[in-house]
């Protein structure tokens, strides 16, 4: 199964087609002529880092991110010496990957914990002994807000705006956003937060996804194909060229469904929705 090749501004993120293992997703990758892939530590790290980096070096693909870093809420000190310890050897990864962009998921409140105050403040105290060791190997974090149904458990960033608050005390070749449209959809406050992040250069990381109802349990796994549910792409694809992004966007799909299918076939269904659905309406 072939096709016409793929827009060049697209990227597949690992996880959408996560039952291809990666020789087989480099292969249908060119394939599909698409140039980007956005990378996972778990099933790199079991392909093993630098075998992937030959890999999908030697296909001529683009690694447009490694996901993810980040858990960086923890108040106890072994705790957070272990996640600042697993964070930096993320931006190793992502090094010897060859991208420029580790995405953080920041993390949720600590058991027994109330205060997202002070888990988002120890989170920018981490950026702060992170950043300086991942921009002296030329990788740029970025911070990803997550729908605020994750804030307990997975991340206490929610909005943009808290996202660049994190940031803003760095340099933005340091410390940028990730920005997900199934995290962001329903906030009308990102259009203006995303010019703000594109002319001060920290829009490192743009990735697609629908949201559909119901969600399954936990929602975790209920990111829907592009055009399944309430997104309005197209006004997104606005946003983007308004805030000046020229760099790739990433499809990140967790889902059941698509999990249980043909990989190549849902690859060829992803392209093929991203042309219509997101790049068709304007």
């Known amino acids: 199964m072939k096709g016409p090749a793929a827009p060049a501004d697209f990227s597949i993120n690992q996880m959408t087609v996560k039952q291809l293992p990666l020789p087989e997703l480099v292969t249908a990758c060119a394939d599909f002529g698409i140039r980007g892939v956005g990378l996972w530590r778990e099933p790199v790290r079991a392909y093993g880092v630098r075998a992937a980096a030959d890999l999908v070096r030697a296909a001529g693909l683009t690694v ?18 272990r996640a600042l310890a697993d964070n930096r050897a993320a931006v190793d990864e992502a090094a010897a990957l060859g991208t420029d962009t580790l995405v953080l998921v920041c993390g949720g409140l600590p058991p027994g914990d109330r205060d997202l105050p002070a888990a988002r403040a120890r989170v920018g105290a981490a950026l702060a002994e992170l950043a300086p060791y991942a921009a002296a190997r030329g990788i740029r974090l970025a911070v990803e807000p997550l729908h605020p149904l994750y804030a307990a458990d997975r991340s ?65 796994t209920g990111r829907g194909q592009l055009g399944d549910g309430a997104v309005d792409f197209p006004h997104w694809r606005r946003l983007l060229r308004r805030a000046g992004h020229t760099g790739p966007v990433e499809v990140e799909l967790f889902n059941d469904g698509l999990w249980a299918r043909d990989g190549r076939e849902v690859l060829a269904e992803t392209v093929a929705r991203y042309r219509q659905v997101y790049e068709g309406g304007g």
Do not use: M, N
Request: glycine share 8%; hydrophobic share 50%.
């Open 64 to 81: 447009t991110t490694l996901c993810r870093g980040g858990f960086l809420t923890a108040a106890e000190p072994a705790e957070r010496a």
């Open 156 to 220: 206490v960033v929610s909005t943009l705006a808290q996202a660049l608050a994190l940031a803003a005390p760095f340099p933005a070749e340091q410390v940028g956003v990730c920005v997900d449209t199934y995290h962001l959809w329903w906030d009308d406050t990102v259009p203006d937060a995303l010019v703000r992040a594109g002319a001060a250069g920290r829009l490192h990381a743009f990735q697609l996804a629908d949201w559909t109802t119901p969600l399954p349990h936990g929602a975790l």
